[in-house]
T-cell receptor
């Protein structure tokens, strides 16, 4: 059975702080790992990672995958209150028919 | 605009009643999914469909049923057999085989069983 574990489950920081969110996984025939941001209702796509060691970056957010150690991190620098959300990690198998999600990390950024 | 529409957004039902949640997409995606989200938990897969007239059980299918008679539509019925139906339900779709790796989500339906 595929498994995705995220940590921490919740995190409270002040604006301007840098945060690192973790995602470890066990999946048969791994194909990709995905990060989503869920602010209120619909999760929105952030990154898809397929290769080890290659950083994906979008503004203040970046993510990297380690396929040997089976984990990924999502970094957010200079956090803003608008970064407050649940961050979801998911993995996809080579068959590509479904995603398995972790529990999510609830990030709260206080002014 | 292309997207996924879920309805209703909020739904209250008494115990023992079946309810059907609607999900419609105009993205021309082959694959559609239903997830359930409980407080403090991630998304758990209920059912998914990769093509019209075909669907598969996810990890928590018991007490739920679906149909896929049209490409655009993937309704979910929460039956009275579902023991704890109060939850937030999300519908999603993607290009077949998750080639782009991106699921597109609807705004969700919050079901409360009284």
């Amino acid at each position: 059975e595929d498994k995705v574990v995220q940590s921490p489950l919740s995190l409270v920081v002040h604006e301007g702080d840098t945060v690192t969110l973790n995602c470890s996984y066990e999946v048969t025939n791994f194909r990709s790992l995905l990060w989503y941001k869920q602010e209120k209702k619909a999760p929105t796509f952030l990154f898809m990672l397929t290769s080890s060691g290659i950083e994906k970056k979008s503004g203040r957010l970046s993510s990297i995958l380690d396929k040997k150690e089976l984990f990924s991190i999502l970094n957010i620098t200079a956090t803003q209150t608008g970064d407050s959300a649940i961050y979801l990690c998911a993995v996809d198998r080579a068959s590509g028919s479904r995603l398995t999600f972790g529990e999510g990390t609830q990030l709260t950024v206080n002014p | 605009d292309g997207g996924i529409t879920q309805s209703p957004k909020y739904l209250f039902r008494k115990e023992g009643q079946n309810v059907t949640l609607s999900c419609e997409q105009n993205l021309n995606h082959d694959a559609m999914y239903w997830y359930r989200q409980d407080p403090g938990q991630g998304l758990r897969l209920i059912y998914y469909s990769q093509i019209v007239n075909d669907f598969q059980k996810g990890d928590i299918a018991e007490g739920y049923s679906v149909s896929r008679e049209k490409k655009e539509s993937f309704p979910l019925t929460v039956t009275s057999a579902q023991k704890n139906p109060t939850a937030f339900y999300l519908c999603a779709s993607c290009d077949r085989g998750l080639r782009t790796g991106e699921l597109f989500f609807g705004e969700g339906s919050r079901l409360t069983v009284l």
